[in-house]
C-alpha cells in the first residue's frame, strides 16, 4: 500500500480503507504538521490542526478533483483552513484575554477605558473585510514574514506587504478618528474661567 500513488490512496481512503487512511497520515503528516507550526507556533495546538486536517480529508475524499490540484496543494489546503479557523478563533479571545488582564482594583477608571480601548479595536478589527483580517492575523498573530504569507495566501510578497501596509494605515487612522470623537468635549465655560 506504501506505493500506492497520492490519487489512488485518497480514493481507497474515501471508500472507508482504514489501512490506506494510516499510509496517507505517514505520508503527509510531517508535511501537515510542519505547516501547522509556522502558522501558529505552537506544538499542541498545531497537532490538532494536523488532526482535523486528517479528519476533513478524511470525509471529504471522495470529492477530490484531479484537475483541481495535486492531492498535497488539496491537503495543504485543508491544513491552512482549518489553522486559519483557529486564528479567527483566537483573535475572538483576544479582547477577553485582554480585558481579564485589567487590573480588578486600584485604577478603576484606568481599567474600564483599556476595556473600553480594546472592545473598540475588536469591533475595527471585525469591521475590516476577511483578506485584511487574516493577513493581520498571519502577520501579527503567527508573526510570519511576507513571503510566508504569500506562499499561504497565493498573493505576491509584494501584494502582501502592499495589502498590509494599507491596512494598518487604515485602522490606524481609523482608530486616531473614532478614538478623537469618543474624547470627551472641553468645557468651554471651565476653559475660559482660568
Keep these: 500500500m506504501e506505493a500506492l500513488s497520492d490519487e489512488t490512496l485518497l480514493?481507497?481512503?474515501?471508500?472507508?480503507?482504514?489501512?490506506?487512511?494510516?499510509?496517507?497520515?505517514?505520508r503527509f503528516q510531517s508535511r501537515v504538521y510542519g505547516l501547522a507550526l509556522t502558522m501558529l507556533r505552537d506544538p499542541g495546538i498545531a497537532e490538532d490542526v494536523a488532526q482535523e486536517t486528517f479528519v476533513r480529508a478524511w470525509r471529504h475524499a471522495a470529492t477530490y478533483d484531479a484537475r483541481r490540484g495535486r492531492v498535497p496543494t488539496w491537503?495543504?489546503?485543508?491544513?491552512?483552513?482549518?489553522?486559519?479557523?483557529?486564528?479567527?478563533?483566537?483573535?475572538?479571545?483576544?479582547?477577553?484575554?485582554?480585558?481579564?488582564?485589567?487590573p480588578a482594583e486600584g485604577a478603576a477608571d484606568e481599567a474600564a477605558e483599556r476595556r473600553s480601548d480594546v472592545e473598540h479595536l475588536g469591533r475595527l478589527l471585525s469591521a475590516?473585510?476577511?483578506?485584511?483580517?487574516?493577513?493581520?492575523?498571519?502577520?501579527?498573530?503567527?508573526?510570519?514574514?511576507n513571503r510566508a504569507i504569500a506562499r499561504l495566501t497565493g498573493l505576491s510578497e509584494s501584494n502582501v506587504g502592499t495589502l498590509l501596509h494599507r491596512t494598518v494605515t487604515a485602522l490606524r487612522d481609523e482608530w486616531q478618528r473614532t478614538t478623537e470623537v469618543r474624547e470627551p468635549a472641553l468645557d468651554t465655560k471651565e476653559h475660559h474661567r482660568g
Excluded: C, W
Design 11 to 26: 480514493a481507497a481512503m474515501g471508500a472507508g480503507d482504514a489501512d490506506a487512511a494510516a499510509v496517507f497520515v505517514r
Design 75 to 102: 491537503l495543504l489546503t485543508i491544513a491552512r483552513n482549518v489553522a486559519v479557523d483557529h486564528f479567527r478563533q483566537r483573535r475572538q479571545h483576544v479582547a477577553l484575554d485582554l480585558a481579564s488582564e485589567l
Design 128 to 145: 475590516l473585510p476577511e483578506r485584511e483580517r487574516e493577513l493581520l492575523s498571519l502577520k501579527y498573530g503567527a508573526g510570519l514574514t
